[in-house]
Protein backbone atom coordinates (compact mmCIF):
# COMPACT_ATOMS: atom_id res chain seq x y z
CA UNK A 1 0.00 0.00 0.00
CA UNK A 2 0.99 3.27 -0.86
CA UNK A 3 1.54 6.20 1.89
CA UNK A 4 -1.76 8.18 -0.04
CA UNK A 5 -3.53 4.51 0.30
CA UNK A 6 -2.81 4.24 3.94
CA UNK A 7 -3.81 7.97 5.02
CA UNK A 8 -6.89 7.24 3.07
CA UNK A 9 -8.17 3.77 4.45
CA UNK A 10 -7.94 5.67 7.75
CA UNK A 11 -9.78 8.19 6.90
CA UNK A 12 -12.71 5.85 6.02
CA UNK A 13 -12.98 5.01 9.47
CA UNK A 14 -13.72 8.26 10.70
CA UNK A 15 -12.03 7.50 14.15
CA UNK A 16 -10.30 10.82 15.65
CA UNK A 17 -7.51 8.33 17.23
CA UNK A 18 -4.93 6.16 15.76
CA UNK A 19 -2.53 4.36 17.03
CA UNK A 20 0.77 2.99 15.36
CA UNK A 21 1.73 -0.39 16.98
CA UNK A 22 2.95 -3.91 15.82
CA UNK A 23 6.56 -5.14 15.54
CA UNK A 24 8.70 -1.44 15.74
CA UNK A 25 7.10 0.85 13.75
CA UNK A 26 10.14 3.13 13.75
CA UNK A 27 12.00 0.65 11.82
CA UNK A 28 9.32 1.51 8.42
CA UNK A 29 10.98 4.84 6.86
CA UNK A 30 7.50 6.62 5.87
CA UNK A 31 6.18 6.09 9.22
CA UNK A 32 7.84 9.82 9.91
CA UNK A 33 5.54 11.20 6.96
CA UNK A 34 2.41 8.55 7.56
CA UNK A 35 2.80 10.26 11.40
CA UNK A 36 2.69 13.56 10.30
CA UNK A 37 0.03 13.38 7.81
CA UNK A 38 -2.73 11.81 10.18
CA UNK A 39 -1.36 14.90 12.64
CA UNK A 40 -1.94 17.07 9.77
CA UNK A 41 -5.52 15.85 9.37
CA UNK A 42 -6.62 16.72 12.79
CA UNK A 43 -6.38 12.71 13.78
CA UNK A 44 -4.51 12.43 17.71
CA UNK A 45 -2.22 10.30 17.01
CA UNK A 46 -0.03 7.65 19.30
CA UNK A 47 2.89 5.33 18.49
CA UNK A 48 4.11 2.22 20.68
CA UNK A 49 7.55 1.88 20.29
CA UNK A 50 9.80 -1.16 22.00
CA UNK A 51 12.42 2.13 22.94
CA UNK A 52 15.19 0.66 21.11
CA UNK A 53 14.37 2.92 18.14
CA UNK A 54 15.28 6.79 18.92
CA UNK A 55 12.29 8.91 18.84
CA UNK A 56 13.81 12.00 18.46
CA UNK A 57 12.38 12.23 14.59
CA UNK A 58 8.73 11.19 15.73
CA UNK A 59 6.98 14.76 14.91
CA UNK A 60 6.07 16.64 17.88
CA UNK A 61 2.07 16.68 18.74
CA UNK A 62 2.50 12.70 18.29
CA UNK A 63 2.17 10.96 21.92
CA UNK A 64 4.71 8.10 22.00
CA UNK A 65 4.19 4.98 24.16
CA UNK A 66 7.53 3.88 25.13
CA UNK A 67 8.46 0.82 26.61
CA UNK A 68 11.64 0.32 28.66
CA UNK A 69 12.83 -3.37 28.65
CA UNK A 70 13.28 -5.15 31.44
CA UNK A 71 16.05 -7.68 32.36
CA UNK A 72 13.56 -10.98 32.18
CA UNK A 73 13.00 -9.48 28.97
CA UNK A 74 16.89 -10.27 27.82
CA UNK A 75 16.62 -6.94 25.80
CA UNK A 76 18.10 -4.09 28.52
CA UNK A 77 20.97 -3.40 26.53
CA UNK A 78 18.93 -2.72 23.50
CA UNK A 79 17.34 0.03 25.48
CA UNK A 80 17.93 3.72 23.91
CA UNK A 81 18.64 5.60 26.56
CA UNK A 82 18.75 9.24 24.55
CA UNK A 83 14.90 8.42 24.28
CA UNK A 84 14.53 9.30 27.88
CA UNK A 85 15.46 12.89 27.19
CA UNK A 86 13.03 13.43 24.42
CA UNK A 87 10.04 12.40 26.54
CA UNK A 88 7.47 14.82 27.52
CA UNK A 89 4.11 15.64 29.13
CA UNK A 90 1.85 13.95 26.99
CA UNK A 91 3.88 10.56 26.23
CA UNK A 92 3.49 7.12 28.29
CA UNK A 93 6.18 5.03 29.66
CA UNK A 94 5.67 0.97 29.95
CA UNK A 95 7.81 -1.44 31.41
CA UNK A 96 6.71 -5.29 31.38
CA UNK A 97 7.72 -6.85 34.70
CA UNK A 98 8.34 -10.40 35.40
CA UNK A 99 9.63 -10.68 38.54
CA UNK A 100 11.28 -8.62 41.68
CA UNK A 101 14.41 -8.02 39.99
CA UNK A 102 12.61 -6.56 37.15
CA UNK A 103 10.65 -4.52 39.28
CA UNK A 104 13.86 -2.88 40.79
CA UNK A 105 15.11 -1.89 37.63
CA UNK A 106 12.06 -0.08 36.61
CA UNK A 107 11.41 1.11 40.19
CA UNK A 108 14.88 2.29 40.05
CA UNK A 109 14.44 4.14 36.06
CA UNK A 110 11.25 5.63 37.53
CA UNK A 111 12.68 7.97 40.41
CA UNK A 112 15.87 8.41 38.97
CA UNK A 113 14.30 9.77 36.02
CA UNK A 114 11.41 11.20 37.66
CA UNK A 115 9.51 9.55 34.87
CA UNK A 116 6.09 10.53 37.10
CA UNK A 117 6.44 13.93 36.66
CA UNK A 118 7.55 14.19 33.20
CA UNK A 119 5.33 11.86 31.85
CA UNK A 120 1.56 11.54 31.46
CA UNK A 121 1.92 8.39 32.71
CA UNK A 122 3.98 5.23 33.85
CA UNK A 123 2.94 2.01 33.33
CA UNK A 124 4.00 -1.42 35.10
CA UNK A 125 2.40 -4.51 33.48
CA UNK A 126 3.03 -7.88 34.76
CA UNK A 127 3.93 -10.55 32.06
CA UNK A 128 1.25 -12.47 31.72
CA UNK A 129 1.42 -16.04 34.06
CA UNK A 130 4.90 -14.83 34.81
CA UNK A 131 4.38 -12.41 37.72
CA UNK A 132 0.45 -11.90 39.61
CA UNK A 133 -0.93 -8.96 39.23
CA UNK A 134 -1.61 -8.89 43.09
CA UNK A 135 2.04 -9.16 43.63
CA UNK A 136 2.94 -6.27 41.24
CA UNK A 137 0.22 -3.84 42.99
CA UNK A 138 1.82 -4.80 46.43
CA UNK A 139 5.22 -3.80 45.71
CA UNK A 140 4.19 -0.60 43.89
CA UNK A 141 1.94 0.57 47.14
CA UNK A 142 4.60 -0.37 48.94
CA UNK A 143 6.94 1.68 47.71
CA UNK A 144 4.47 4.73 47.31
CA UNK A 145 5.04 4.95 43.39
CA UNK A 146 2.85 6.96 41.38
CA UNK A 147 2.49 4.21 38.64
CA UNK A 148 -0.85 2.37 36.76
CA UNK A 149 -0.22 -1.09 36.84
CA UNK A 150 -1.64 -2.36 33.54
CA UNK A 151 -2.41 -5.89 32.71
CA UNK A 152 -2.12 -7.33 29.30
CA UNK A 153 -5.47 -6.97 28.34
CA UNK A 154 -5.56 -8.66 24.85
CA UNK A 155 -3.67 -12.09 26.87
CA UNK A 156 -7.55 -12.06 28.62
CA UNK A 157 -9.57 -11.22 25.34
CA UNK A 158 -7.69 -13.36 23.02
CA UNK A 159 -5.61 -16.83 23.99
CA UNK A 160 -1.65 -15.68 25.60
CA UNK A 161 -0.11 -17.43 22.41
CA UNK A 162 -2.46 -15.54 20.19
CA UNK A 163 -0.04 -12.77 18.41
CA UNK A 164 -0.63 -9.89 16.05
CA UNK A 165 -3.73 -8.69 18.27
Not at 46 to 57: K, M
Not at 128 to 147: K, M, P, T
Request: glycine share 8%; aromatic share 6%; hydrophobic share 40%.
Amino acid sequence: MSLDEVVERVKAFECPVVEITGGEPLLQKDVYPLMQRLLDSGKTVLIETGGHRSIANVPAGVIRIMDIKCPGSGETDKNDPGNIAHLNGRDEVKFVIADRIDYEFARDIVVRERLCSRVNAVLFSPVHGELDARQLSEWVIADRLDVRVQLQVHKYIWSPQTRGV
